[in-house]
């Protein structure tokens, strides 16, 4: 069936998440962070992730703003980090990330082929039209699909569902774009078209759908349709 809509993951895919740790490290107001930043930058992303996981498996959800607070104490506990107010900033840049390069002009070339355009993220309502502010991406997305509707982080195929629902398209008519091999994988398995845009080069993950394209950034993304 041919491609009509096209739905994006947000962070790391659209959003550069290691944005908010780099920046205040080149701001230079927190000395303590000018070698840490990756690190912390990782280490976040990672128990984000895990957390968001953790609590789609044992039920227990809460929106994915509350997840990113618990995610950074740990992190900033771990590396020896205890400055309120560098956690502040941090917080404060998470929800102003800079958007990939690559994310405008993809998704201007998908508007100027009358393709339908959405998030699919585990980022509140709020977070995301604040990132898309942020990154200059307002005006190009149709619709913003949040986990919160159905209360369940991905991968829970409750979550894909909206994408149906919310467009009114069958699952093989949509491409589906995330920089997160795990994502990619089960929305593969869900039954979209699925998109690797593997950024960091990483081995594919061993799960049971296989993205059917696997790219190192947005760029050629519109070439799929």
């Not at 990939?100 to 709020?126: F, K, V, W």
């Not at 690797?196 to 950034?217: F, T, Y």
């Amino acid at each position: 069936m041919p491609i009509t809509t096209v739905i994006f993951d947000a962070y790391g895919t659209l959003f550069d998440i290691a944005a908010a740790a780099r920046r205040v490290a080149a701001e230079g107001s927190f000395p303590a962070l000018k070698d840490l930043w990756q690190d912390l930058a990782s280490d976040w992303r990672n128990k984000q992730l895990e957390y968001s996981w953790l609590r789609a498996v044992t039920g227990d959800h809460t929106d994915f703003w509350q997840v990113t607070q618990d995610a950074l104490d740990w992190t900033m506990e771990r590396h020896g980090l205890s400055d309120p107010a560098l956690r502040d900033e941090l917080l404060d840049l998470y929800r102003q990330l800079d958007a990939y390069p690559d994310a405008r002009s993809c998704l201007e070339a998908l508007r100027t082929q009358g393709i339908g355009i959405g998030i699919l993220s585990n980022g509140s309502p709020a977070m995301i039209a604040t990132a898309c502010d942020a990154g200059g991406l307002n005006g190009l997305i149709d619709k913003i699909l949040s986990v919160e509707t159905v209360g369940v982080f991905k991968p829970s195929p409750k979550v894909y569902n909206l994408v149906e629902t919310k467009f009114s398209v069958s699952r093989d008519s949509v491409l589906f774009a995330s920089s997160n091999g795990w994502d990619a994988s089960c929305a593969a398995a869900y039954g979209f078209v699925s998109v690797w845009v593997n950024r960091n080069g990483l081995p594919l993950d061993r799960l049971p759908g296989r993205p059917a394209h696997i790219l190192k950034d947005l760029a050629d993304v519109p070439n799929l349709i």
